[in-house]
């Protein structure tokens, strides 16, 4: 294991790894991981027999054969190389298992971490930093990486790991409904206020009950990040936690609020349905046809696409600003892979790299593409012809990086997220006609500020 530069101990290393997700930091300076021998980029002599190498992911279902796909491919190009993938469940799961590992000095050489554990993952100081591979072996990144996917996983200037799986928001249509309500799904609405006089228009009442609602979306954080983004405004201080460690979320104001006082006010009147927190209810509204407008991931289309093959015309538009003033652009969502240090020879390394390389190509992202849905990270990588998936790469390269658009690196960013779903859980009521527990403005701004002592613990655990 390769000591930090702020000579933290291996003890204090190991009782960090082991607090919990609000403490998350696992040594060192707030992100001096670059030191250290076991940091280095290894070339391509490196592994001079045969090598094999644990994948850890979270990956399931058709993900998961994607990925074994994947790994078929690369033992044929590569038959010195051995990827074995190993499913650690859910994203959070698998940062759980991860800093045990670290405890335990136990590390895999390679490791998918899901977009909001990066801050962690840079503070942890326990990876190749993902440029010096890129660097040693004159990679083009910019010919190879979306811009705006790189630049979520660019920490000082540098990539820090390789993107895998993105996604990005959308706004899902049931166009048959659309149309019945005299709309049309080709001019979509492009802002909250345009979404919620399109909602009042697609609901449907037959004898004082709600056969269709307007809108509805899941009370999920993710789009508090995404509108405060789309509003050209930093989820969190320090340039979105990207000029130095995060102090403070900003969603106690601006787009967060708005969002919750908009989302309330739709619920409160009749015109949305609240389906809670789980986006797999706000999910079964919209493919029952229950709900007319619905905010998503693409993640979901390909389910969306076979939910409403004979039952109504699916379409997407681009995810909503918060207003017509609103020039920002979307955050992408997803994970991406790390390459370990500590602990790992540098066959083991170099093997990974070949591996994180080769899952980069064009067409590799193609098929992984192809049978998962996720958006190709490689912009060379021939995306499927479907319009309705077409919207969300134009979305993705109309957009210029920005620290806003970069998305927050925050230690305890999977507790923001979910202290922003109580916030809307709070102002948005359970149904028609009832009041909510709460204004939106102290939902979201209670929300924010009960987040300053895990973040304080965190930026001083990290050293910082």
Known sequence: MALPRSRRTRGALAAAAALSLTLTGCGG?????????????????????P?????WHSMKEKNELAIKAMVDDFKKA????????????????MVVAYKQAVQQESTPPLVQIYDIGSRFMYDAQQVVPMYKFIEADKFDQNANIEPNIASYYTIKGKLWSMPFNSSAPLLYMNADAVKKAGLDPDKPPATLDEIGEWAKKLTVKEGGTVKQYGFNAALYGWFVEQL??????EYCDNGNGRNGLATKVNFGT??????AQWLGTLVKEGYATNTGRPTDQAQNAFKTGTVALHLE????LGGYTQAAEGKFELKTAPFPKPS???????IIGGASLWINAAGHSDAEKRAAWEFVKFSNTPEQQAKWHAATGYVPVNPQAKSNDNPNFQVAVTQLRSQQPSAATSGCLLGIMPEARKAAEVGLEQAVPAGAGQEPKTSAEQAMQTAATGLQTAIQKYNANVGQ
């Open 29 to 49: 300076d707030g992100g001096s991981s670059e030191g250290g021998a076991a940091a280095t980029a290894p070339g391509a002599d490196a592994i001079t027999e």
């Open 51 to 55: 090598v094999e190498i644990e994948f």
């Open 78 to 93: 590569n038959p010195k190389i051995t990827v074995k993938p190993v499913f650690k469940g859910d994203y959070d799961q």
């Open 228 to 233: 405060t983004a789309q509003d050209n405004a």
């Open 254 to 259: 601006g787009a967060g609020p708005k969002f």
């Open 297 to 300: 991931s693409t993640s979901a």
């Open 324 to 330: 017509a003033s609103s020039s920002g652009g979307t």
